[in-house]
């Protein structure tokens, strides 16, 4: 069945860092891939997707691109804030929908010292 | 504006009382979702609707049982809390078919079970 796998947290980065946090994917097809970021104390909010092989996603600063060849969708930023802090999810809806349900990786904590 | 509301925020009680989690959207939105988060931070779906009348068990097991009579409402119940059930919940919505479109998240409940 369809899979997410993400880097282990937590990360811990100063302020103006690169951050990368790797996803990994196991899908039939070409998958939907997303990253959600959670704030503390908050819900998910959509932060980026992206929908066909080679596709980049961006927003706020962050982006992701779909590598097909290594079922891949890392995110990137190139200089990270304190106000980043969050965990950060990537998941992929698959092509056959499973119902519109999205699969979720565990999530990666990053903390961003000043 | 278009949202999804969840109530409470947080909830403290004790064991062996009915709770009833709410959540609400506006924006028409056929497939709700409810989510139970643990401490380590990942996401276990355990109920989900296609829509009014439908309502199914997701991949994590729940004693919780959720109702779906009004399109823009889906409460979450528990007979009988246990310390056990003490968790976030998030709630989520989708209104488009297709793999493209994710969810949109609710603030989430934290409950605790005393």
């Known amino acids: 069945g369809n899979s997410v796998t993400q880097m282990e947290g937590p990360v811990t980065l100063s302020e103006e860092a690169f951050l990368t946090i790797n996803c990994t994917y196991t899908?039939?097809?070409?998958?939907?891939l997303f990253w959600y970021v959670q704030y503390p104390g908050e819900g998910l909010q959509l932060l980026l997707k992206?929908?066909?092989?080679?596709d980049k996603g961006s927003n706020k600063g962050f982006e992701a691109t779909y590598r097909k060849e290594t079922t891949s969708f890392h995110l990137e930023k190139g200089s990270v804030q304190v106000s980043d802090s969050a965990v950060y999810f990537c998941?992929?809806?698959?092509?056959?929908?499973?119902?519109?349900?999205?699969?979720f990786g565990q999530g990666t904590e990053l903390s961003v010292k000043p | 504006e278009a949202d999804i509301y969840q109530t409470p925020r947080y909830l403290v009680i004790g064991t062996g009382k009915k709770i009833t989690l709410e959540c609400s959207q506006t924006?028409?939105?056929?497939?709700m979702y409810w989510y139970q988060q643990d401490p380590g931070m990942e996401l276990h779906l355990i109920h989900y609707?296609?829509?009014?009348?439908?309502?199914e068990k997701g991949d994590l097991s729940s004693e919780s049982t959720v109702s779906r009579i009004r399109t823009e409402h889906f409460p979450l119940t528990l007979e009988s809390a246990r310390p056990s059930h003490t968790s976030q919940y998030l709630c989520?919505?989708?209104?488009?078919?297709?793999?493209?479109?994710?969810?949109?998240f609710g603030s989430g409940t934290r409950l605790t079970v005393v």
């Open positions: 899908a039939t097809g070409y998958p939907s």
């Open positions: 992206a929908t066909k092989a080679d």
């Open positions: 609707s296609y829509g009014v009348n439908s309502t």
């Open positions: 998941a992929l809806r698959g092509i056959y929908n499973q119902g519109g349900k999205l699969i």
């Open positions: 924006m028409g939105h056929d497939k």
């Open positions: 989520a919505s989708s209104g488009l078919t297709g793999a493209n479109y994710g969810y949109t």
